[in-house]
């Protein structure tokens, strides 16, 4: 995703769609989604009235998710969560395991099918009923190739 601006599509809490271009840095300010609309206009929503903004490859594809929840443990590093909206709508999804990147208006998630139309998410707080942790996945660690085990008994006189 190279460009300045990145394509999202803003589903409301009435189920209303708008589709526009956000900033990818700085794009909710004052407790608003700052939006840049296909007419050219920028517009203001209240997260409030925000279920969920999709950030997505394009806008003729839809902006529902195929998949909603992982079919296996996800191999990626992060937060395994389960967010549960306001409507009783589930979704699970990734996080980074960071807090420095979590910001008090609310949470970015990777979707379970990240080859779909749907490449990342960012869910208000305000639209959300509960958020579950269900694993950390981290990076194998590998034990340091060194010296042998001193506690180790030599056996048959090597």
């Given at each position: 995703?190279?460009?300045?601006h990145?394509?999202v ?20 300010h ?14 203001a ?76 998410l ?37």
């Open positions: 995703m190279p460009s300045t990145k394509k599509i803003v589903r409301k809490i009435d189920r209303d769609t708008v589709n526009g271009y956000v900033a990818p840095s700085r794009f909710v004052e407790g608003k989604l700052e939006l840049l609309n296909t007419a050219g206009n920028v517009v929503i209240e997260l409030s009235d925000i279920k969920c903004v999709f950030f997505v490859r394009d806008f003729a594809d839809s902006d529902s998710l195929a998949r909603k929840t992982f079919t296996t443990r996800p191999r990626a590093e992060g937060l395994w969560v389960r967010i549960k909206f306001k409507d009783g709508e589930l979704l699970e999804g990734l996080m980074p395991n960071d807090l420095s990147l979590t910001s008090a208006e609310g949470f970015l998630i990777n979707p379970p099918d990240l080859r779909s139309n749907v490449q990342r960012f869910v208000p707080r305000t639209a959300l009923d509960s958020l579950t942790v269900l694993a950390v996945i981290g990076a194998a660690r590998r034990q340091p190739r060194g010296a042998a085990d001193t506690r180790q008994v030599p056996m048959f006189g090597e």
